[in-house]
Every structure is written in structure tokens, then in C-alpha cells.
């Protein structure tokens, strides 16, 4: 097990009397509790860290131990019998195979953090929710325009999930009960599923509705004329009203996203033309436009 | 009042080994609502996680009640802005190439 520095967890000196662990302890608690820091792992962490290092140097015998023996302090009693037997004639094979005690990490800490609590307030044994965890689920756009069933495998547990159309990105679906074991038989804690959703379609998302940008020959835009286009779901005819202008925008209604839990109800798709200008003429091309120019000019 | 889902604050308050006037606290600064049946408060069952995390900043972090309402409040805004700033990172992605 990798040496845990305790004091430099709690910001202390090793001299810090009780009453600054003590102080040092709460700050540090009421900084990262994991109620004041949800979906925070790093807090979550942290404070793993500062419970473990308040129930080590908040105790005085603890304490004492582990300045003496630092990582090997859960050990100390073998160490002392083993250190009286050598001074008595004992071997110190029996010292080498004390060491190394590693059975405690933070996780057993944290797992008994609630525990503890409750110890800590009358030595009963109190029923506390289990630890929520957090996960992220990788989807595509496409994936979640129609409701869908998934398996999804959390802490070797397999859970199947039934993922409803138009589920955002970012967005956190709490599934009751797929958390953590409770603490003296409470219940188990909430598993927190994050989407992160990536778009490789020409369409941008924007809540349910979505945009899109389709090109228009010059002859469509100015003359008029039917022009077929995308949708997510396929394709559809539009209709082009003669002398359209570049950047116009036309409302496809019920052609966007599916609308969260609303089966059936989609938002909009909008489209915004741009109008393709022909970059080469061909002379016989030029001459028109010029004739046409002249039409124009007074 | 169909009692099935619902939890006396007498239970809870000797289940978690708290004191009952922390509930009735609670009660009175409007931070959880009950339901009274034959003189007793009973709260929902489903807002038991709320009332736990009550309990966890009261006793963890010696937080008092007034405090736990503006914890509350706090995470509730900062909830709101987390929803706020999702919504606005997608629609950002509108504008990105």
C-alpha cells in the first residue's frame, strides 16, 4: 500500500494539536461532502480521503501509531510483539511477514463512512441509502431518435434500459436502486446515467427541433420549382416559390426531434437555402447573363 | 389516508436515532412536507433520500436547519445553472462547424 500522507490530506502540521484536526477536518468535510458536491469524482475522492485521515489522527492511539509506523501503522501491535520477541531471542522472519498489511483502502473507509456516522452517535445500527454511482453512456444522435432498449454493464452487473427517444446530451437519468449496497441493510443507492451524444449527421440539434442548410441552384431560387430534400426520417419534395433570396429559412413542422417522453410529438426541421452561384460560365452562358444584365440596366 | 406509503416521523426519528424535534423543525420551515393522521406527521416515502441528506448535513457537518434550507436552495439553483448550461453548450454546438 503507498504511503498516505494523513497530515497533508487534513492541511495540518504534525504537530496540530486535537482541536485543529478537529477543525481541519470540518472545513475540509463541509468543503467536499459529497451532498454539497453531486457528480463531482474528484470531490468524492477527496473526501474518501479526509474521512480516513480524521479517523486515523482524530484517535489518539491511531495517531500515535502511525507517526511511529506511517503506512504500516494498522500493523503496530505485530510490529511491537515482534520487535519484545526479538529483543527476547525471537526471528525476524516473523517481523518481515507482519508487514505489509494492505486489507484497508479509502473505499472500505467510505463504505463505512455512514456507518460510522452512526456509530459515532450511540453505537446503533443505523439503515443508510448506499453510495449513488455515476456512469456515462456514449450514443449516437441517430441512436436516440426512437425509443429504444439497451444492456448496459455496470460494476459487472448487466441492467437493461430502456433509453426513450429525444434524450439530450448531457442530460442525467437516475435509475432507482442501481447503486451502491445500503448500510446496515438500507437501501441500495441510485445509478446515474449520463448521455453523451454525438451528432456525425448534417442536422444540428437544437432541444427537439433541428436545422439543416440545403443548397439551391440559382435557376431554382429565381425561377421557382420543386427540389427534393433530407429529413432525418428520409426524404421529402419541397415546393420553391420563385425569387427566393440566399440565407431564406422554411419551416419543415413536425419534421425535427422527437419531443422527450412525448410519443409522437417532434419538433420542427429548418432549412436555410443557399443559393449556389455557377463559378464557370461557358460563353454561350455569358452572353445570356450580359442580355440579361441589360434587361436590368435602365 | 392510506398509510402504506408514508413514514411516521416517529419512526424515522428513532429509525436514524435523531431526534424528533429536528423533524418537526424541518416541518415548520416548510423544507418537508407531511401528511397528519391521527395526530401523527407521516412523510412520503420517496422523499426519504431528501430527509436523509438532511440528516447527513446536520450531523456530518453540523449544519443547522436555517443552514440546510440555504444548502438547499443553493443546490437547487446550482442545478438549475448546470440545466441552463447544458442547454446552452448544445445549442452552441448549432454554431460550430
Known amino acids: 500500500m503507498e504511503f498516505i ?37 474528484e470531490a468524492e475522492k477527496k473526501f474518501k480521503e479526509i474521512n480516513e485521515a480524521n479517523e486515523v489522527l482524530s484517535n489518539a492511539e491511531n495517531r500515535k501509531k502511525y507517526d511511529k509506523y506511517g503506512k504500516d501503522w494498522k500493523n503496530a501491535e505485530q510490529y511491537e510483539r515482534a520487535g519484545q520477541q526479538q529483543y527476547g531471542g525471537g526471528n525476524r522472519g516473523q517481523q518481515a511477514n507482519g508487514g505489509g498489511g494492505s486489507e484497508n483502502d479509502f473505499t472500505d473507509f467510505f463504505e463505512s463512512m455512514f456507518g460510522g ?16 454511482y455515476q456512469t456515462e453512456l ?35 437519468i437516475k435509475i432507482k436502486g442501481y447503486g451502491g449496497e445500503g448500510v446496515n441493510g438500507g437501501p441500495k443507492g441510485d445509478l446515474d446515467i449520463k448521455f453523451s451524444l454525438a451528432n456525425h449527421t448534417a442536422f444540428k440539434r437544437d432541444e427537439e427541433n433541428l436545422y439543416s442548410t440545403v443548397d439551391l441552384d440559382l435557376y431554382t431560387a429565381i425561377l421557382g420549382g420543386e427540389i427534393t430534400v433530407d429529413t432525418f426520417d428520409g426524404k421529402v419534395k419541397l415546393k420553391v416559390s420563385p425569387g427566393t433570396q440566399n440565407g431564406t429559412k422554411v419551416k419543415l413542422k413536425g419534421k425535427g426531434f422527437p419531443v422527450y417522453k412525448k410519443e409522437g410529438v417532434f419538433g ?17 452562358e455569358k452572353e445570356l447573363f450580359m442580355e440579361l444584365q441589360k434587361l436590368r440596366t435602365p | 389516508m392510506n398509510t402504506e406509503n408514508f413514514i411516521s416521523l416517529n419512526t424515522l426519528s428513532s429509525h436514524y436515532q435523531v431526534d424528533i424535534s429536528f423533524f ?50 443553493l443546490l437547487e439553483r446550482i442545478q438549475d445553472l448546470q440545466n441552463e448550461l447544458m442547454i446552452t453548450k448544445n445549442r452552441l454546438r448549432l454554431y460550430e462547424s
Open chain 1, 268 to 284: 420542427d426541421l429548418y432549412i436555410t437555402y443557399q443559393i449556389t452561384i455557377p463559378t464557370v460560365l461557358s460563353e454561350k
Open chain 2, 24 to 73: 418537526n423543525t424541518l416541518v415548520e420551515m416548510g423544507l418537508i412536507e407531511v401528511e397528519v393522521l391521527d395526530q401523527s406527521f407521516y412523510i412520503q416515502q420517496d422523499k426519504i433520500t431528501v430527509v436523509e441528506k438532511m440528516i447527513r448535513l446536520h450531523h456530518e457537518l453540523e449544519v443547522n436547519v436555517e443552514g440546510i434550507d440555504v444548502v438547499f436552495n
Open chain 1, 5 to 41: 500522507d494523513y497530515y497533508k490530506i487534513l492541511e495540518i502540521d504534525k504537530k496540530a494539536t486535537d482541536d485543529a484536526v478537529k477543525k481541519a477536518y470540518r472545513k475540509l468535510a463541509r468543503k467536499y461532502h459529497p451532498d454539497l458536491n453531486p457528480e463531482n469524482k
Open chain 1, 138 to 172: 456514449h450514443l449516437d444522435l441517430k441512436d436516440v431518435y426512437t425509443t429504444h432498449q439497451r444492456t448496459l454493464t455496470v460494476n459487472g452487473r448487466n441492467i437493461r434500459l430502456t433509453i426513450p427517444a429525444g434524450v439530450k446530451n448531457g442530460q442525467v
Open chain 1, 117 to 132: 456516522g452512526a456509530r459515532s452517535r450511540g453505537g446503533g445500527q443505523v439503515k443508510y441509502k448506499g453510495q449513488d
